[in-house]
């Protein structure tokens, strides 16, 4: 089993729909969570950070985490061509290092 | 600031060379990471440092070496080029109190035939 596991897409929303980007992990004791994107052919940018169960908000992004089912989950609104990248969901424990899923492709289409 | 920096952007090996990939950061970050990312996959860790003089290997270090002497500068050494060390490479910094919150470089993009 995969430490970080995302569905690798790809996953086409239009334009001003909301994308739904889902990520599980298998460690209980993860506590950092986070979404890079990453353009294509460019380094990955951290976007979102979570660390307690529920809801964070930053624009039209919203992160959620359930760590009793060790899910995290990217919402955009209002999804723009300009959102079109691989997402990269991370996750850390007590030792600091991230672990990386495998990224899940959007493509909004306008 | 210029952040993170890596050199070359491109590079083509045979198999058997040597080549060091170039690292640095001007965020005085102690922390520091060499990943490598496969076509369609994550980023897979090789080796990391928590600071001058400090290293230790992460998830696949093997055909790897690192050396970190100053703050700024964590090169990664490749030494007998394989095939399957083509690959993308980013190096990253992060500053002591956020774990998360890594700051990546442009990318080496290798190939090794």
């Known amino acids: 089993q995969k430490e970080v596991e995302q569905n690798s897409g790809p996953l086409s929303v239009p334009e001003g729909a909301i994308a739904s980007l889902n990520c599980t992990y298998s460690?209980?004791?993860?506590?950092?969570f986070f979404w890079y994107r990453q353009y294509s052919g460019k380094s990955p940018e951290l976007i979102m950070s979570?660390?307690?169960?529920g809801d964070q908000e930053d624009g039209r992004f919203t992160a959620q985490l359930n760590k009793a089912s060790q899910y995290v989950s990217l919402l955009i609104r209002d999804s723009q061509p300009s959102d079109s990248a691989t997402y990269l969901c991370a996750v850390s424990g007590n030792t600091g290092k991230l672990i990386f899923g495998q990224g899940t492709t959007l493509q909004v289409k306008p | 600031n210029a952040g993170v920096t890596q050199t070359p952007k491109f590079r083509i090996l045979k198999i058997g060379q040597s080549m060091t990939l170039q690292c640095a950061q001007d965020m005085n970050h102690n922390y520091m990471y060499w990943y490598r990312q496969d076509p369609g996959m994550g980023l897979k860790l090789i080796y990391y440092?928590?600071?001058?003089?400090?290293?230790d290997k992460g998830e696949v270090p093997n055909g790897y070496n690192v050396s970190r002497s100053t703050t700024e500068d964590f090169p990664l050494r490749l030494e007998l080029a394989a095939p399957s060390q083509t690959s993308v490479y980013f190096c990253?910094?992060?500053?002591?109190?956020?774990?998360?919150?890594?700051?990546f470089g442009p990318g080496t993009r290798l190939t090794v035939t």
């Open positions: 990253a910094s992060r500053s002591k109190d956020r774990s998360g919150e890594q700051y």
């Open positions: 979570i660390y307690s169960n």
């Open positions: 440092s928590v600071g001058a003089g400090i290293t």
């Open positions: 460690d209980r004791g993860s506590q950092s």
